[in-house]
């Protein structure tokens, strides 16, 4: 298995399918079902070229969506610390 590769992070990449967040003519969109391997410690992903070259294939010419999500943000008052 490979090793994190945030500095001081113990932590290993384990493979998964993740929801992948990208933005789409400046809105957020989520790709279901991305090849990933995350770092079981910090989150941190890594993204294969090939599956990198795959979503802009798909961001191309998308088509329309599986379904939609709610979108929420956080209150202002949480952005001024
Ligand atoms: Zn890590």
Do not use: R
């Amino acid at each position: 298995m490979k090793h994190c590769s945030i500095h001081g992070c113990p932590g290993e990449y384990v493979k998964q399918a993740i929801n992948h967040l990208v933005t789409l003519g400046g809105k957020p969109v989520i790709i279901e079902n991305v090849p990933a391997e995350v770092c079981q410690v910090c989150g941190d992903t890594l993204l294969d070229i090939e599956t990198v070259v795959a979503i802009d294939t798909l961001l191309t010419n998308p088509g329309p969506p599986l379904h939609s999500v709610p979108v929420y943000a956080m209150p202002e008052k949480t952005m001024a610390a």
